[in-house]
């Protein structure tokens, strides 16, 4: 635990938090998490609920004399985005997460911090420890796996919640209340190949593309960032058409939804220094495209052993050229909402090697027949591929807006009294699980609130040390204005 970042205001907030980052907890991989939260529940004589798939419910009473509000279900997941830069040494089964403070942020030592959605977690156990806060009665829910496939809140069942108003501590800019959400769908191209022999006399090179700021595939989408797989692809494919050139293999990208950083390919060439050239001058190309975005893209080549196997030659050029032709990135706009990103993709992950190719695409969409659109095109421009299975799974569903919520006008009203201005009132493109709980528990009442969280899944994630006290002290105010019971 690093105690400065503990001993930082709200202290209850940071203590936890940094509690927390003691315990891998990676999506699919919340075990240690859970039964933390479990053991936190039972040692302080909450009512605690464990479900069969691992989310965690807890329920504290009404403060005196607030018996008569309607029930609150404060609401974060606990797993985080696992993405450390290629030379930290750091095992995210086993090793705590290493935060400290940096300037005005806590950020971590080259890896993600797991502000999203540690910050969220930290908060409900601190509301939950701390008597002299009024409210009413209060659930704390914690889900798993939100980051790949959000399957926590598609199992739980309802009937388990009591609360009719649900505050999701998930989103990532002070001063901006969400009440709306994208829906998502995974896409994944798979497809096996028998492996040529590599010629004789050819030279084996690795080749890097990384500096790259990545970030979320959902919030930071918009912002014109370079995807280390298209990069890659495009040095690969326009050297092929001036060069004998053979892929052997490639490994880009991690998660679906974090933007490809960094990609590597293993090659074989007839041409070391023509390759060595094309590749710097691809590198001067992409610095002027992104110089504003993306200005730390750097592209090396060095040399490495010789691969054992590699494409044939002509599955190579289609499997370039389908890279090159897949749609990633902003695709349209909201009609409804100025400014709001409504469907984009991002090709997430490339791993082609000794004989077997996944490619995989996370597509989200407001709009559900756009979402279905753009996934039926990634199926299109994989079928010219070839022989390959194209595979479209876990969609989920946006979450709709209710610009007429009584919670809304409440946070409202409590953000100009406090802060003396108004907050902004959104939807977001990033998923959100709210759409999904919003389907099994139909009527709840739904926001979407949190500190300020800058390049959330990858390593450069940071949190907003001021904005956490305002959070918290916003929090604090809704909790004791929730509406009357009917």
């Known amino acids: 635990m690093n105690k400065e970042v503990a001993n930082l205001e709200p202290k209850a907030i940071w203590t936890n938090f940094e509690k927390l980052n003691e315990i891998p907890r990676g999506s699919k991989k919340e075990s240690k998490a859970v039964a933390f939260i479990k053991k936190f529940g039972e040692d302080h004589g909450f009512y605690t609920y464990v479900d069969e798939v691992g989310n965690v419910i807890l329920r504290k009473p009404a403060s005196p004399g607030m018996e008569n509000r309607k029930g609150v279900i404060l609401q974060s997941h606990l797993d985080m985005v696992h993405q450390k830069n290629s030379d930290v040494d750091f095992n995210f089964d086993t090793d705590g997460i290493q935060s400290y403070i940096d300037g005005d942020w806590v950020t971590a030592k080259g890896t993600t911090l797991g502000g999203d959605n540690g910050i969220g977690v930290a908060t409900i156990l601190s509301v939950f420890t701390d008597?002299?806060?009024?409210?009413?009665?209060?659930?704390g829910l914690f889900t798993i796996d939100e980051e790949t496939g959000m399957t926590g809140a598609f199992a739980l069942k309802g009937g388990l919640l009591e609360g009719e108003i649900l505050l999701n501590l998930d989103s990532e800019d002070e001063g901006e209340l969400f009440i709306g959400c994208a829906g998502g769908i995974d896409n994944t191209v798979t497809f096996a190949y028998q492996t040529a022999k590599v010629p004789d006399n050819f030279t084996a090179l690795k080749v890097t593309v990384k500096g790259l700021k990545g970030g979320h595939s959902g919030c930071d989408i918009q912002l014109d960032r370079g995807n280390a797989n298209k990069l890659?692809?495009?040095?690969?494919?326009?050297?092929?058409?001036?060069?004998n050139?053979?892929?052997?293999?490639?490994?880009?990208?991690?998660?679906?939804?974090?933007?490809?950083?960094?990609?590597?390919?293993?090659?074989?060439?007839?041409?070391?220094?023509?390759?060595?050239?094309?590749?710097?001058?691809?590198?001067?190309?992409?610095?002027?495209?992104?110089?504003?975005?993306?200005?730390?893209?750097?592209?090396?080549v060095s040399d490495s052993e010789m691969p054992d196997n590699m494409l044939p030659a002509e599955l190579a050029v289609k499997l370039m050229l389908a890279i090159d032709a897949a749609p990633n990135g902003l695709y349209a706009m909201s009609q409804d909402m100025e400014g709001l990103v409504e469907t984009s993709t991002n090709l997430a992950r490339v791993l082609v090697e000794n004989g077997n190719g996944t490619i995989m695409f996370l597509t989200r969409s407001s709009v559900?027949?756009?979402?279905?659109?753009?996934?039926?095109?990634?199926n299109s421009v994989f079928s010219l591929f070839g022989n390959c299975k194209v595979e479209s799974k876990g969609s989920y569903p946006g979450w709709e807006p209710n610009p007429d919520s009584a919670i809304l006008k409440v946070m409202q009203k409590g953000y100009q009294d406090l802060f003396n201005q108004p907050p902004k009132v959104m939807a977001i493109h990033a998923g959100l699980e709210c759409g999904i709980l919003g389907r099994n528990y139909s009527g709840i009442d739904m926001i979407s609130f949190g500190p300020t969280i800058r390049n959330p899944h990858s390593p450069d994630e940071k949190v907003d040390i001021a904005t956490v006290q305002k959070f918290w002290k916003y929090l604090l105010y809704t909790l004791e204005n929730i509406p009357k019971k009917v």
């Not at 008597?131 to 659930?139: F, T």
């Not at 679906?256 to 691809?282: G, L, M, T, Y």
């Not at 559900?368 to 990634?378: E, G, T, W």
Request: hydrophobic share 40%; net charge negative.
């Open 131 to 139: 008597d002299s806060i009024k409210h009413g009665p209060i659930e």
């Open 232 to 243: 890659m692809n495009r040095i690969l494919l326009t050297a092929s058409s001036s060069m």
């Open 245 to 300: 050139i053979g892929i052997c293999k490639i490994d880009g990208g991690s998660l679906r939804n974090a933007i490809p950083r960094e990609s590597f390919a293993w090659i074989v060439v007839d041409n070391k220094d023509a390759f060595i050239q094309h590749a710097k001058e691809q590198e001067d190309i992409f610095k002027k495209e992104f110089h504003a975005s993306d200005p730390g893209i750097c592209v090396a």
């Open 368 to 378: 559900d027949s756009r979402k279905n659109d753009l996934s039926r095109i990634i």
